[in-house]
């Protein structure tokens, strides 16, 4: 079955507030339901959704993040996450991925969501110095399935996607906030709530890594643009991102 749990927000959350300069929004415009006519003509921003994780004690937490949206104040919802995407969050406590770099049309955006899969979930805690493979239920001791984390925003904080704006949305799965784990039981057992903090503030002291195949060079203006295919999940890209290097930056080629 599907879950609807609520995010958490912080009281000074700012979600998605312009953080870079004017420009062209180069790729594929994010998937929309519920508004046949929305589209870039009327002007879009990028959106640049980032997840991290905070440590719990986790030597695998694998599952499926399904979909990431944002819903319109006229209704209309749009998917940032072209597909599906299996994480392992216990590999995130030190880095930040760029899950998705895609333009969004324009206008005030009131709620959005989070839906995980747990019905191929690999999670395995650490027992005695040694990887264990974990049950995991819910908080009714049934197998989680799909749950989605549902994320309302206040008048102050709402969404305001300007045209040819880049604005971020950085997500950290808490897995210490979202697991209570019994290490007695044989096996260990792990009982899950989701516990997502949605945030215009990146992690602290975190790297942001961004995978994928590179689109093009511009040499001359020292950039680099990047087909974003977070985790090497499914065939469809989410997304471009452009890379700009100074004197210091460094490349390993081939190790």
Do not use: W
């Not at 940032?80 to 880095?95: E, G």
């Not at 903090?197 to 942001?208: G, I, Q, R, T, Y």
């Amino acid at each position: 079955g599907t879950a609807a749990l609520q995010l958490l927000v912080p009281a000074a959350f700012a979600l998605l507030a312009a953080c870079g300069g004017g420009g062209g929004v180069t790729g594929s415009i994010a998937s929309v339901a519920g508004a046949s006519s929305l589209a870039c003509a009327d002007g879009c921003g990028t959106a640049l959704v980032t997840l991290t994780d905070a440590d719990g004690d986790f030597t695998s937490y694998t599952v499926d993040v399904t979909a990431v949206t944002l819903k319109r104040a006229d209704g209309a919802v749009v998917q940032v996450l072209p597909s599906k995407q299996r994480i392992d969050f216990a590999q995130l406590v030190n880095t930040s991925e760029l899950l998705a770099s895609l333009p969004v049309p324009r206008g005030e955006y009131v709620s959005g969501s989070i839906t995980v899969d747990y019905t191929n979930a690999a999670i395995a805690v650490e027992v005695g110095g040694q990887s264990k493979t974990a049950t995991v239920v819910d908080a009714n001791g049934a197998a989680p399935g799909v749950v989605q984390l549902e994320l309302q925003l206040d008048t102050a904080n709402r969404v305001r996607i300007e045209t040819g704006r880049r604005s971020r949305l950085a997500l950290d799965f808490n897995l210490a906030a979202s697991n209570t784990v019994d290490l007695a039981a044989t096996p260990p057992k792990v009982t899950v709530k989701p516990f997502v903090v949605a945030s215009l503030v990146p992690a602290e002291n975190k790297d942001l890594r961004v995978r994928g195949g590179v689109a093009s060079v511009d040499t001359a203006g020292s950039k680099y643009v990047v087909d974003v295919k977070p985790f090497r999940e499914g065939s469809a890209t989410s997304g471009q991102a452009t890379v700009i290097t100074t004197a210091q930056t460094t490349f390993e080629i081939n190790g």
